[in-house]
């Protein structure tokens, strides 16, 4: 059986540090795109960050750019979203995903996988609230 299980979330104030872990287990995601998106209350889920197979490209939305970094560790199929200078509107569930596909696109080596559709394999999530 295939998990994601994220953890790291919790209350934080504005302008501090989080890191965020999702550990996969049942199979090995060490060829996958892996992904970060978010959802508030009220509001879609969101793009947040993306991983290339090997680490090689990531890609950001604009929201957090240049504040948060993600990462991996595919000797220990883990994935990592370092969260820094936080700010009230990070807040949200946040949920750690994987695409299956492996196609050898441009594509897929960009990781530029943007839609929550796109992913085939979600955790639980975990929440992280900033406060002001």
């Known amino acids: 059986q295939v998990q994601l299980v994220e953890s790291g979330g919790q209350l934080v104030q504005a302008g501090g540090s989080l890191r965020l872990s999702c550990a996969a287990s049942g199979r090995t995601f060490s060829s996958n795109t892996m992904g970060w998106f978010r959802q508030a209350p009220g509001k879609e889920r969101e793009f947040v960050a993306a991983?290339?197979?090997?680490?090689?490209?990531?890609n950001y939305a604009d929201s957090v750019k240049g504040r948060f970094t993600i990462s991996r560790d595919n000797a220990k199929n883990m994935v990592y979203l370092q969260m820094n200078s936080l700010k009230p509107e990070d807040t949200a569930e946040y949920y750690c995903?994987?695409?299956?596909?492996?196609?050898?696109?441009?594509?897929?080596?960009?990781?530029?996988?943007?839609?929550?559709?796109?992913?085939?394999?979600w955790g639980q999530g975990t929440q992280v609230t900033v406060s002001s």
């Open positions: 995903a994987a695409d299956q596909r492996v196609d050898y696109t441009a594509t897929y080596y960009r990781a530029t996988y943007y839609r929550a559709n796109e992913y085939d394999y």
């Open positions: 991983i290339s197979w090997n680490g090689g490209s990531t």
